[in-house]
């Protein structure tokens, strides 16, 4: 059976009766049917029409070697022939996360060395909260729980994520999160900063929220603080550059763990392999997932520090906690064969001194000028625009996030795969971008503006 037997009005309606979405409201789905996307290849997404769409978001921040790797491919095949499961439980283990795990370690900030496998941004991030409070249990410090986040982080779905995240309409579906986390303020300077407030200056008061929660707190109550390098989700919220070392800073002087959320930034977005290394931060723990493998299977790893590692294999007894898809053999050799091609074709370096900064710099010149465009802002290949209603005075058009969908709906017809987040247009493309590439974009990013500026006059 294949999906080619079936019209995209057939696949639009058995979608419709049988098939729930992330983050949907089915009611408005099922009024106009899903997109369907049958086919991709290098930086090009097609859909059942057979438009040919360039992927401004790498998938959902992952397909960092492009699509249609045909090498990806065969080492799956070749492994599901081998050995396609066995689980890392009962003092087993398998070959491919063994040798994963050590090529990590080889990339991981010096400082850390263990790894931890699941499935998901989410389930990593699951698993470091359970890491950082059994640290402290294991410490002695049981009442040293509490953890620190931000509000609109967006740390994943399943329970722990949702909590640890600061997305109150997640939160207020949830129906109460795990306890004792609290959310500070992020520090996105464009609509926090005061007027007239430096970049640097909105750095350290932003970083200070932490400190100011760790002391209402008492730091012995204190675990962990987590926090995304930059806030994907919540619009690619990029930090002033002070504002990390900062936070280091507070984490050592109350002695408490700095865990990064890299799900969208591990393996070279930023222009480095983690964007630890770009914030110039050594955190305790990094949770990564989603360019791992590309997206071409699920794998997710949390990266341990070594003395977060050090107490649990030293005090001894048994963490309850793992997945049965912990270090699956197969998606640890795709990840093991993604990581080579990421490192083989120069990857890091390209998005590092060549299409990261021409990037920025195209978003700055070709898309900052325009009426609708209050501010451009990009780190590696991340960027973000914000929509305004006036240049100046940076106010939005209402109802709050319904320009910014007129923006993307018309890049897609454009043939621009973009996403909104509220006001904000993020853009996070596959690293084998060129410089064409971008250029590429930026001429259908202009031209979605101009169309929606059209439709927005009067509004
Ligand atoms: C920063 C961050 N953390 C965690 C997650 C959750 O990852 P997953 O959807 O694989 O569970 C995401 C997903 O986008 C993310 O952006």
Redesign the pocket.
């Known amino acids: 059976m294949t999906y080619q037997n079936y019209s995209l009005s057939q696949l639009q309606a058995i979608d419709a009766a049988h098939h729930l979405h992330p983050f949907t409201d089915h009611r408005e789905l099922r009024g106009v049917g899903a997109r369907m996307i049958v086919r991709a290849d290098g930086a090009f997404i097609y859909d059942s029409d057979g438009n040919e769409i360039l992927d401004g978001m790498a998938g959902?921040?992952c397909v960092a070697v492009g699509y249609g790797r045909e090498e990806l491919a065969k080492v799956a095949y070749d492994q599901m022939l081998e050995l396609p499961y066995y689980n890392s439980f009962f003092k087993c283990s398998t070959p491919t996360p063994v040798l994963l795990a050590q090529k990590l370690a080889e990339i991981a900030p010096k400082s850390i060395n263990q790894v931890f496998f699941g499935s998901?941004?989410?389930?990593?991030?699951d698993t470091a909260l359970r890491l950082v409070r059994h640290y402290w249990t294991l410490e002695g410090k049981p009442q040293k729980n509490r953890i620190i986040s931000r509000h609109n982080?967006?740390?994943?779905?399943?329970v722990a994520?949702v909590s640890l995240g600061g997305m109150e309409h997640m939160h207020g579906q949830l129906g109460g999160p795990v306890p004792n986390i609290v959310h500070v303020m992020p520090p996105y300077a464009f609509e926090l900063a005061e007027p007239g407030e430096s970049d640097d200056a909105f750095g350290l008061r932003a970083a200070r929220s932490i400190e100011d929660a760790i002391i209402e707190a008492g730091p012995d109550n204190v675990a962990a603080f987590i926090g995304?390098p930059v806030?994907?989700?919540g619009g690619v919220k990029i930090a002033p550059g002070n504002y990390w070392p900062e936070v280091q800073r507070i984490c050592r002087k109350y002695d408490v763990l700095l865990m990064l959320?890299?799900?969208?930034?591990g393996y070279g977005r930023t222009g480095n392999w983690f964007a630890a290394e770009t914030c110039g931060v050594e955190p305790d723990m990094i949770?990564t997932?989603?360019a791992l493998t590309s997206g071409y299977l699920?794998l997710?790893a949390l990266l341990v520090g070594d003395r977060v590692a050090s107490t649990l294999v030293e005090k001894g007894g048994e963490f309850h906690h793992g997945y049965t898809y912990s270090g699956h053999p197969v998606a640890c050799a795709v990840g093991l064969r993604n990581l080579e091609i990421i490192e083989r074709e120069g990857l890091v370096e390209r998005v590092r001194n060549d299409t990261g900064p021409y990037f920025e710099q195209q978003l700055a010149e070709r898309i900052s000028g325009h009426p609708l465009v209050g501010e451009t802002r990009a780190l590696g290949l991340m960027g973000a625009i914000e929509i305004v209603r006036d240049k100046t005075t940076r106010e939005r058009y209402l109802p709050a996030g319904s320009a910014a969908v007129v923006v993307r709906d018309h890049a897609i017809a454009n043939g621009l795969m973009m996403r909104a987040t509220g006001d904000t247009m993020i853009l996070s493309p596959p690293l084998i971008w060129t410089r064409d590439t971008i250029d590429l974009a930026c001429g259908k990013i202009v031209k979605a503006l101009d169309l929606a500026l059209a439709d927005l006059r009067g509004k």
Not at 261 to 265: A, G, K, L, P, Y
């Open positions: 959902l921040w998901s941004g989410s389930e990593s991030n982080a967006y740390h994943g779905s399943t994520g995304e806030m994907g989700a959320d890299e799900v969208i930034t949770t997932a989603k699920p997710s």
